[in-house]
Structure formats: C-alpha cells, structure tokens
C-alpha cells in the first residue's frame, strides 16, 4: 500500500507515441514547421478528478468523449532537475488514468474547455513503480476490447520524460506527469462503461452518463 | 484582512480585451477562422505563484519576460454554474497578479513551457472585492510606467467571465481567475524592479534576475 496521493496538479504531454505522429502525418506545414522538439504539454487541473467507479457526465452539448488511456507517475517529493538515470527515484508510485476530451478540439489553442471538464480524469489508486517498459494499456468499452497500446511505442520514456520537464518545471510531491496519449483514441457514449487494464496494475473502471444540461 | 488564500489552480484567459484584439488584427483567417466564442482559458500551476518581493529567476535560455498586469477573482467556496448577476458572491477577494511569459510564443501549442516555469505568477496578498468596473492597473519597471490599462476595456466583465467558466468547469474554494491579459505585455530583463499597482489595491513588486543556467 502506498501512503502518496495523487494531491497536486496533474500534467500531460501530447504526441508522445510513434503511432500518433504517424497518425497526424507530417507536422513540417505551416503553423508547426517541423515536430516539436520539446515536450508539448496541457494539464488536468483538479476538478477533472474522480476516482476509480466513478460516473462522468457528458459535459452540455456533447454526446461523446475520447478515452485515452495512459499511466500517470505520482511524484513522492518535489523535484526539479532530475537526470533521466536517476528520476525515477522521485516517483513514489504509478496510477492508471483515462483522459478524457471531447472529440475534435482544436489544435490551435489551449483545449481547456475540452479537456478540462468536471471528471475528465478518472484515476485508480496509486500502486507501486512497475517496470513500465513494454507495459500494455488495455482499453474495454462496453465488454469490448476497443485499444491496446504498448509504452515501448513511447517517444520520450518516462524517465527522459521527467527529466524534460523538469529542467524549467519543479513538480510538487503528490503533482502527477501522464506519460502520453493515443491521438484520436476511442470514444465513449453515455451510458458506456469503460475499463482500463494492464498487467500487474489492475484497472480502472468508470462509466459516462448523460450530464444534467445536455 | 481576509482569511482566503490562494491554495488552488490559477486559471487566466486570453483575448479579453478589446485592445489585445485590435492588436491581433483579424482571427477570421485560418486556422482559427472567426474570434473565440467561449472564453480561452489556460492554466497557471502552483509552481508559478511567488509573493510580493520575490526574485523571479529568468527561465535558461531567456533574455526576457513579458510582464502582464491583471486582477484575479479568489474564489471564498466552490462554484459550478454560477449566474452573472450573483457570481461575484462567490469570491472572496482579490490580488493583483503579473502573469510573466516567455515572448514569441506560438499560438498553435499549449503554451506550458512559456507561462509556467517556476516563479511565472507573482501575486499579492488576497484583498477586498473592490469594484473593478473602471480600475487602472499600472506597471513600471525600473521605476518608469510602461503600461497602464483599464478593466473597462474587458470583453466579458469578471461576473459574466466566472458564469462562463463556471458553467462548465467546477472552480474549488481558493481557486483563482484572472480577469485577462494583454496582448504583447511590455517586457522586463535581469536586474529590472517591477511594479504593479491599483488604486485601493496597493501594488505588487518582485525583482528578475538571472537564472543559474542561462
């Protein structure tokens, strides 16, 4: 059992994953002119957090959400600067995460709205480090296997990764770094029960239901 | 005095003022295609936050910051779905705030390494609500004002800003909004004293200086 929460700000990075910047294409055109070089990152502030059986309301006007599944690493003191070789010394535990969005934001300006809803991040309990190299991320909509994803396909491991981000960033203890997500996961209607697994993590199981206003 | 601090998320928006969208010139070519209809909000971390008198370290690699005076709303409890013509009931007071960014950042991505590096948001201590409708924020750096604008020039006033924001997303007790910033903030470099001020809101003052990497 491990006694670090998930308290903090919640962090994560886009187009960290080979069968994503293969999805999108080529990123030379304008406005981009070229991949980035740095991560790209958004954050999941707390009010997207709920807990493992969680029911998510449709925000207003949406009839779907995308689930990407993905693994956050819980952060057991703060941190700046790490090297990659030594980083994960400060994670105190890893949770599964499923991030939601509503399908087709824009790339073109912060998708707070769309990633930033009340419950779009339900999270399970913080288990201990895994060895997440080819770890796999299984994804059940409705009974249904709808994705799977390996870490091995990640471009920044999670190591580097921190290390990236803390070079101009401190994380706080409790603060949380997502490790990637699938560009254009599958997407969940209410009524739809999803269920993230991997291997030696267990899962994280929450259903969407139609919001109050929608 | 009021017992209210900051202890949550900071959130800001950007585009809400007429002056920043004159500035920008038309939004109606691609890839936006038309000026935003909702708020466009970001994020500013617990990382960000220094007090009045802090030394704000220059990210490595930067020469300078734009220093962009704003006011933000100290929520006094949780609110969701918050009506215009109350919504300010729900805050408990306010700070002045400079929001420090990198320049030249791109439009197209989140802009998390350019607005949240360590030491970004300078506030003050929480004050009473005072009316803002007609507040002048003046900043002088180095002892000269190089900017000074008026909360008359908002786009959506603070109230119906807390209505929009809030009626998708759930702001939590010590959460703050920032009413907006300007488009291309004057800029500071090491070694320069900035200033903030408000009449009835004392002022802000905080020092940049060299970062150990740059």
Redesign the interface.
């Known amino acids: 059992m491990i006694k670090q929460k998930v308290s903090?700000?919640v962090?994560g990075v886009i187009l960290n994953d080979n069968a994503s910047l293969q999805k999108i294409g080529s990123l030379d055109e304008a406005?981009?002119k070229g991949a980035?070089k740095?991560p790209?990152?958004?954050?999941k502030?707390?009010?997207t957090r709920v807990a493992c059986g969680s029911a998510v309301e449709l925000?207003?006007g949406a009839d779907s959400v995308e689930v990407a599944a993905t693994i956050g690493l819980v952060m057991g003191r703060a941190a700046?600067r790490l090297a990659a070789g030594n980083a994960l010394d400060a994670v105190a535990g890893v949770v599964l995460a499923a991030d939601l969005s509503l399908p087709h934001a824009?790339?073109?300006?912060?998708?707070?709205?769309e990633k930033?809803?009340?419950g779009a991040l339900p999270v399970s309990s913080v288990k201990p480090l895994a060895d997440l190299a080819g770890l796999v991320l299984t994804t059940e909509i409705d009974g249904e296997v709808v994705d799977s994803r390996s870490l091995n396909d990640l471009v920044r491991s999670p190591a580097r990764l921190l290390a990236d981000v803390t070079?101009?960033?401190?994380?706080?203890q409790g603060d949380v770094l997502l490790v990637g997500i699938r560009y254009q996961a599958p997407q969940a209607k209410a009524g739809s029960v999803v269920c993230i697994g991997a291997e030696g993590l267990g899962s994280l199981q929450f259903t969407i239901v139609q919001g109050a206003q929608a």
Chains 1, 2 share one sequence.
């Open positions: 903090g700000t962090y406005p981009y980035p740095a790209v990152l958004y954050i502030p707390a009010n925000p207003a700046g824009s790339y073109y300006r912060p998708a707070i709205r930033c809803f009340d070079e101009w960033m401190t994380l706080a």
